[in-house]
């Protein structure tokens, strides 16, 4: 079992936002990061920190919190955006260790 | 740019010991950062498998850390990955990252493409 829950899957309509979301005990003390990851590839970083998008990754995705929940917003869905999200934080003992959520299945309809 | 690359056997017999090396290029090991493990069972989520800093310092998964050893060769800039007592659960995509973690940010920002390793005899 996994100390961040998601969603399994979420659909938006082409152009219009949708919000995944992650929840644990832990995102009350730490930022979460979110991850997209395509079929046959690997995971990519999307957002991390506060609400920060490394390089290359466009400002239609935004991430926030709130209590033990972080979510990720995507502005104007688009086709591509079609993929498996995860979020990764650290676990609620504090100890240095990482923990993935299950993922998230967005379907771009 | 950093790039990270899996290396090592793509099939296990049972009970024996995998094995995987990361070979990291475009960047110092020694300069700084973690780097982890992450595995995915085929169509599975991500597990965490551990991460060990440029010192040597190491933070396994509580459920794998038994059978885990992660060591780092600065000299070769490559990390490694030790599962020992394999079974079929075992099997999934492997993948090596650097674990850019520090006070409460916590991500992977640079990933390698990941290496398929299946545990059968």
């Known amino acids: 079992s996994s100390e961040l829950t998601q969603d399994p899957a979420v659909s938006v309509a082409l152009g219009q936002t949708v919000r995944i979301t992650c929840q644990g005990d832990s995102l009350r003390s730490y930022y979460a990061s979110w991850y997209q990851q395509k079929p046959g590839q690997a995971p990519v970083l999307v957002i991390y920190g506060k609400n920060n998008r490394p390089s290359g990754i466009p400002d239609r995705f935004s991430g926030s919190s709130s209590g033990n929940t972080a979510s990720l917003t995507i502005t104007g869905a688009q086709a591509e955006d079609e993929a498996d999200y995860y979020c990764?934080?650290?676990?609620?003992?504090?100890?240095?260790?990482?923990?993935f959520g299950g993922g998230t299945k967005l379907t771009v309809l | 740019q950093v790039q990270l690359q899996e290396s090592g056997p793509g099939l296990v017999k049972p009970s024996e010991t995998l094995s995987l090396t990361c070979a990291v290029s475009?960047?110092?090991?020694?300069?700084?950062?973690?780097w982890g493990w992450i595995r995915q069972p085929p169509g599975k989520g991500l597990e965490w498998i551990g991460s060990?800093?440029?010192?040597?310092?190491?933070y396994y998964n509580p459920s794998l850390k038994s059978r885990v050893t992660i060591s780092v060769d600065t000299s070769k800039n490559q990390f490694s990955l030790k599962l020992s007592s394999v079974t079929a659960a075992d099997t999934a995509v492997y993948y090596c990252a650097r674990d850019n973690s520090g006070g409460v940010e916590i991500f992977f920002d640079y990933w390698g493409q990941g290496t398929l390793v299946t545990v059968s005899s």
């Open positions: 475009g960047y110092s090991i020694s300069s700084g950062y973690y």
């Open positions: 060990i800093y440029h010192s040597g310092s190491t």
């Open positions: 990764n934080s650290r676990d609620s003992s504090g100890n240095h260790l990482r923990v």
